[in-house]
Nanobody, 118 residues
Framework: QVHLVESGGGLVQAGGSLKLSCSVS????????MAWYRQTPGKERELVASVTNWDTTKYADFVEGRFTIARVYLKNTLYLQMHNLKPEDTGAYYC????????????WGQGTQVTVSS
């Protein structure tokens, strides 16, 4: 069974930084992609950033170079370092793992809230 737990969210002023963490319990054998999504007020859940097994990263256009996704294999942990946060970055941030073998499917954490004040 795969279980994801996010942490690191909080309240920060515009221009500030936060580092989100996602701890994954269970095997990551068969996982192809790990990603961060977010759901901001009034919008559907959207991709923020992703990283594949080959360390290929992808970022949403709104990131504009402010965020960095990183995966530490030995710790089964995924990070999202966020700098220069904007009020429009406020929302719930979710970690996700996509498996193509083993426990095939998509697994999600419960989310961590990020609030950016102006």
């Amino acid at each position: 069974q795969v279980h994801l737990v996010e942490s690191g969210g909080g309240l920060v002023q515009a221009g500030g930084s936060l580092k989100l963490s996602c701890s994954v319990s269970g095997t990551l054998v068969g996982a192809k992609t790990m990603a961060w999504y977010r759901q901001t007020p009034g919008k559907e859940r959207e991709l923020v950033a992703s990283v594949t097994n080959w360390d290929t990263t992808k970022y949403a256009d709104f990131v504009e170079g402010r965020f960095t996704i990183a995966r530490v294999y030995l710790k089964n942990t995924l990070y999202l370092q966020m700098h220069n946060l904007k009020p429009e970055d406020t929302g719930a941030y979710y970690c996700s793992v996509h498996f193509i073998a083993g426990p095939i499917g998509d697994y999600w954490g419960q989310g961590t809230q990020v609030t950016v004040s102006s």
